[in-house]
C-alpha cells in the first residue's frame, strides 16, 4: 500500500520524506488556503519535493469549468493528479479529462455506488472519506472493503485512496482490506512509527552500553 500524506505544509512534507516511506501528496483547497500562498507556485513546490503523485483540487462546479481548471493544474508538473469532486458535473469532466490522458482523483467519496461511477468514468484513484463517516457512525472500514471488492470482480484499474485518515489504526486496516494509497495527516504519518517498547528497549540498551563503557 502507497502511502500519501494530506497536507500542504512543505516543512511537513520535507520532514516526512527524509524518513523515506512517502509516495505522494494530497491537498485541498482548505488545507492549502492555510499556508497563505500562491496556489500553483506552492504546487509547484511540493512536486519538486516529492517523485510522486500530487493530488490538487479543482475549485469549479461546473463540467467545463472544472475541465478547463484541470487542464491548467495538469499542465504544471507530471506529478498532478486533478481532484474532481464526486457530483455529476464532476464526472462529466473526470471522462473528458481522463480522455485526454489526465489522470484524476474522485473526492469525496462516501458510497459504493459512487465508487463504481467514478471507475466506469475512468478515474486514477478514488477517495473514500472513511473518518467523516465513522464520525456519523458509519462503517468507513467497510466501504473500503466494498469498494475493493467490486473493483476486483470487474476488473477495474481505479485505485482505491483511503483518506479522512484519523490513526494509525485506519491505516492498519486499510491495508488488510487491500486499498492501493492511504493518505494521511502528518501528525498520523509519524505515529506509524511510535511505539513506547521501542523507546523502553533503546533506552535499556543505551543503559547498559554506558555501564559496560564506565566499568
Given at each position: 500500500?502507497?502511502?500519501?500524506?494530506?497536507?500542504?505544509?512543505?516543512?511537513?512534507?520535507?520532514e516526512a520524506v527524509s524518513q523515506g516511506g512517502v509516495d505522494g501528496i494530497t491537498t485541498n483547497p482548505s488545507l492549502a488556503s492555510k499556508e497563505g500562498r500562491d496556489f500553483k507556485e506552492l504546487l509547484l513546490e511540493i512536486c519538486r519535493i516529492v517523485d510522486g503523485p500530487v493530488s490538487a483540487e479543482v475549485i469549479s462546479v461546473?463540467?467545463?469549468?472544472?475541465?478547463?481548471?484541470?487542464?491548467?493544474?495538469?499542465?504544471?508538473?507530471?506529478?498532478?493528479v486533478v481532484k474532481c469532486p464526486l457530483i455529476p458535473e464532476g464526472l462529466k469532466a473526470t471522462k473528458r479529462l481522463?480522455?485526454?490522458?489526465?489522470?484524476?482523483?474522485?473526492?469525496?467519496?462516501?458510497?459504493?455506488?459512487?465508487?463504481?461511477?467514478?471507475?466506469?468514468?475512468?478515474?486514477?484513484?478514488?477517495?473514500?472519506?472513511?473518518?467523516?463517516?465513522?464520525?456519523?457512525?458509519?462503517?468507513?472500514?467497510?466501504?473500503i472493503r466494498q469498494i475493493v471488492t467490486i473493483y476486483r470482480n470487474y476488473d477495474f484499474k481505479t485505485q482505491v485512496l483511503v483518506a479522512s485518515v484519523r490513526h494509525p489504526q485506519h491505516v492498519v486496516e486499510a491495508a488488510l482490506a487491500g486499498g492501493d494509497i492511504c493518505t494521511m495527516p502528518t501528525a498520523v504519518f509519524h505515529q506509524l512509527i511510535k511505539h513506547p517498547l521501542t523507546d523502553i528497549g533503546l533506552k535499556k540498551f543505551l543503559a547498559d552500553w554506558d555501564a559496560q563503557r564506565q566499568r
Open positions: 500500500m502507497k502511502i500519501y500524506l494530506d497536507t500542504a505544509n512543505v516543512k511537513e512534507i520535507h461546473e463540467a467545463d469549468a472544472i475541465v478547463k481548471e484541470g487542464r491548467e493544474l495538469a499542465k504544471l508538473h507530471k506529478n498532478v481522463t480522455a485526454e490522458g489526465i489522470r484524476v482523483n474522485v473526492t469525496l467519496c462516501f458510497s459504493p455506488t459512487q465508487a463504481l461511477l467514478a471507475a466506469k468514468a475512468g478515474a486514477w484513484c478514488v477517495s473514500p472519506f472513511i473518518g467523516r463517516l465513522d464520525d456519523v457512525s458509519s462503517n468507513g472500514m467497510e466501504l
